[in-house]
C-alpha cells in the first residue's frame, strides 16, 4: 500500500472534509505542513499578522457560515498565542479545529526551543484536545477532532502535531466513519418532557419564551418563528441570542440582563413560565441567581446536559438539539391566549422605552440607526464594550443581518478579525464591525491582512477617548475615579496632574491610510450618511469610520453587579 508523510495525509484529511479555507501562521514545526499547502490549490491560505487574530478570524468564519474554522500555527508561541481565541470559541460553542506544531517527541518535557505543553494549558478551554504521539493514528484523530467539534454542543478542538510524527511515512487512507466510545452526542428530543412543558406553556396565563444563543448556532430561527406566532407567546433574548426571532416582530419585547430593555427584564420577573431555549443562565442576565424569574415555572431545553439546573433551578429539563426542539414543538403547540398578558408588556414599553438621551451633538445611537437605513443586508460584528451593548440594544436584525460578538469572554480584540473571518466567509454580504477605540487598537495590525486580500470591509470606532465600559462603572460605582481608562493619558498627564493631555493616539484616519485602507473622521450628525455612502464606494478595501463621540455616553438600562432584574438604572 502507498505510504505518505504526516503532513501530506493533513493535507489530504482537510480536502475530505471539505475545507477551503485555513488560517494559519507558520513556524519552524508547520513548515512542512506550510510546504505542502503550498503545492495545493484547492484550500485558500490565509496569513493573518497575528495568531490571535487567526484565532478569531477562523471562529467568525465558522460562526457565519457554519462550517468548521480551521487554524494552523506553530509550537511555543504560536500555540499560546490561540489561548484567548480558544476561549472565546468554547464561551460561545464555535466549532474550530485547531493544528499546534510541536518539537519532535524525544524533546517534548525536556523544554526544548518554543515548547509548551498546549494540550495541557488549554485543556479547559477546549472541547478536546490530543498530542498525536504515533503515526499510525493521526487519520483516525483529525476525522474525530472535525467530528467533535461540530456535533453535540460545538466547540474547540485541539490537535497538537510533532515535527517527527508529522514527517514519518504511514497510510494513506482517511477514515470515512467516525466511532468515539463514550461520546455520543444526543440527537434526540424526549417527547413525553416536551409535551409536558407544552401543556404547561399552554396553561400559563403570563408564558415568556427566552431564546438563548442556542437558537441561532442551530439555525433554528426561521422554524422558532413559526412556533412564536402559532403560540402568540412574547420572546425576550439573550444578547447571543438576539436575532432568533426578527427585532421588528410585534411579539419581540427585547434583550434581557444586565443592560436590558426595561420592559424585557420586568417580563421575566411577572412571567408564570419562562420557556428558555439554548442559554446557560450566566449572571449577566440572572442577576441575583434567588431572584430571577421569581414568579415562573421553568423549562429548559439546551443540548448541554451540564448546563441544566447548573445556574438556576429548572422545573422542566430537556436535553436536545434546539432546532430538533423547536421542530418538535412546531408539530404540537397551539394558540395561547396572551392578550392581557402582553397588553401589561405593551405597557411597560411605553413606560419606559429603550432610548438613549444625547450628551454630545452626535450619540451612538445616531450611528446605529445609520447602519440600519444604509444595510439591508448585512453581518455586523461587534467589539466588547459599550459599543457592543449599544450595537445589542439597537440593530436590527433580520432575516438578511445578523450580529456576532465574543459573548460569553467578552474578549477586546474580537471585532476587526471577526470582521475578517466574516467577509471571506461571505464575499458578497456587507460585513460591518463596530469597535471601541481601546478594542481596535487591540488587533489594529489585521489591517494588513484586510487591505492584502482586498476585504471591503465598513469599520466603526467609536472615539470616546476612554475605555468606556469600565469607565461607566467608575462613574456610578467608584465616585468617578477614572483609574487607568483614559486613553490620553501618559507621562504629560502625570506631569501637569492631569490639568494637560496630548492630542489622542493613534490618528486612526492616518494609521488605516498607511495600511492602504480609507479612513474618514465624523464629528458631526450630518456627517453619518455620507461617511457611509462614501463607505460603499471602496470595494477593494477597508474602510475605517472614526465617529467621535462624548465620554459621558452610557449604556442604560443597567443593573448594579449582584442586583436584581427589578433594579434597573435607568438614567443617571
Not at 116 to 143: E, N, P
Not at 341 to 353: A, D, R, T, V
Amino acid at each position: 500500500m502507498r505510504q505518505i508523510s504526516g503532513n501530506k495525509l493533513l493535507v489530504k484529511a482537510l480536502k475530505e472534509e471539505g475545507v477551503d479555507t485555513i488560517f494559519g501562521y507558520p513556524g519552524a514545526c508547520t513548515i512542512d505542513i506550510s510546504d505542502e499547502l503550498y503545492k495545493q490549490d484547492e484550500i485558500r491560505v490565509i496569513l493573518p499578522r497575528h495568531e490571535q487574530a487567526l484565532v478569531h478570524e477562523a471562529d467568525a468564519y465558522a460562526r457565519t457560515t457554519g462550517k468548521v474554522g480551521v487554524c494552523l500555527v506553530t509550537s511555543g508561541p504560536g500555540a499560546t498565542n490561540l489561548v484567548t481565541g480558544l476561549a472565546t470559541a468554547n464561551y460561545d460553542s464555535v466549532p474550530l479545529v485547531c493544528f499546534t506544531g510541536q518539537v519532535a517527541r524525544h524533546l517534548i518535557g525536556n523544554d526544548a526551543f518554543q515548547e509548551v505543553d498546549i494540550v495541557g494549558i488549554t485543556r479547559s478551554i477546549t472541547k478536546y484536545g490530543v498530542t498525536v504521539r504515533d503515526r499510525a493514528d493521526l487519520g483516525r484523530i483529525i476525522k474525530e477532532a472535525f467530528y467533535i467539534a461540530r456535533t453535540g454542543k460545538p466547540g474547540p478542538v485541539l490537535i497538537d502535531l510533532p515535527k517527527d510524527v508529522m514527517a514519518e511515512l504511514g497510510s494513506a487512507e482517511y477514515p470515512k466513519e467516525v466511532n468515539i466510545r463514550g461520546y455520543k452526542p444526543n440527537t434526540n428530543v424526549h417527547i413525553g418532557q416536551l409535551k409536558r412543558a407544552l401543556k404547561m406553556l399552554h396553561k400559563a396565563k403570563r408564558p415568556l419564551f427566552l431564546a438563548g444563543g442556542g437558537v441561532n448556532i442551530a439555525r433554528a430561527n426561521a422554524v422558532f418563528t413559526e412556533v412564536v406566532e402559532k403560540t402568540n407567546v412574547p420572546v425576550v433574548t439573550t444578547v447571543m441570542g438576539r436575532g432568533a426571532i426578527s427585532t421588528d416582530h410585534p411579539l419581540y419585547i427585547g434583550n434581557l440582563g444586565m443592560h436590558g430593555a426595561y420592559a424585557a427584564n420586568m417580563a421575566v420577573s411577572e412571567c408564570d413560565l419562562l420557556f428558555s431555549i439554548g442559554t446557560r443562565f450566566n449572571d449577566r442576565i440572572t442577576g441575583k441567581l434567588h431572584a430571577f424569574a421569581p414568579k415562573a415555572t421553568i423549562v429548559h431545553i439546551d443540548i448541554d446536559t451540564a448546563s441544566i439546573s447548573r445556574n438556576i433551578h429548572v422545573d422542566i429539563p430537556i436535553v436536545a438539539d434546539a432546532k430538533a426542539a423547536i421542530e418538535k414543538m412546531n408539530e404540537y403547540v397551539e394558540p395561547c391566549g396572551n392578550e392581557k398578558w402582553l397588553g401589561k408588556i405593551e405597557g411597560w414599553k411605553k413606560e419606559h422605552p429603550l432610548d438613549m438621551k444625547k450628551h454630545g451633538a452626535m450619540g451612538p445611537k445616531d450611528i446605529i440607526d445609520a447602519i440600519n437605513r444604509q444595510f439591508e443586508e448585512a453581518i455586523i460584528v461587534t467589539d466588547v464594550g459599550q459599543h457592543q451593548m449599544f450595537a445589542a440594544q439597537y440593530t436590527e436584525i433580520t432575516e438578511k443581518k445578523k450580529i456576532i460578538m465574543s459573548g460569553g469572554l467578552g474578549t477586546m480584540g474580537y471585532g476587526f478579525p471577526g470582521a475578517i473571518g466574516a467577509k471571506l466567509g461571505n464575499p458578497d454580504t456587507p460585513v460591518i464591525a463596530i469597535s471601541g477605540d481601546g478594542g481596535m487598537q487591540m488587533n489594529i495590525q489585521e489591517f494588513a491582512t484586510a487591505v492584502l486580500e482586498e476585504l471591503p470591509l465598513v469599520l466603526c470606532v467609536l472615539n470616546n477617548t476612554y475605555l468606556g465600559m469600565v469607565r461607566q462603572w467608575q462613574k456610578l460605582f467608584y465616585g468617578k475615579r477614572y483609574g487607568m481608562t483614559n486613553l490620553r493619558s501618559g507621562a504629560l498627564f502625570r506631569r501637569t496632574n492631569g490639568e494637560e493631555m496630548p492630542e489622542y493616539t493613534p490618528d486612526f484616519v492616518k494609521l488605516a491610510e498607511s495600511y492602504g485602507a480609507k479612513g474618514i473622521r465624523v464629528t458631526k450628525p450630518e456627517e453619518i450618511e455620507p461617511a457611509f455612502e462614501e463607505a460603499k464606494k471602496n470595494t477593494k478595501v477597508p474602510t475605517l469610520i472614526e465617529f467621535i463621540i462624548d465620554p459621558e455616553e452610557m449604556v442604560y438600562p443597567m443593573i448594579k453587579p449582584g442586583g436584581t432584574l427589578e433594579e434597573m438604572i435607568l438614567d443617571c
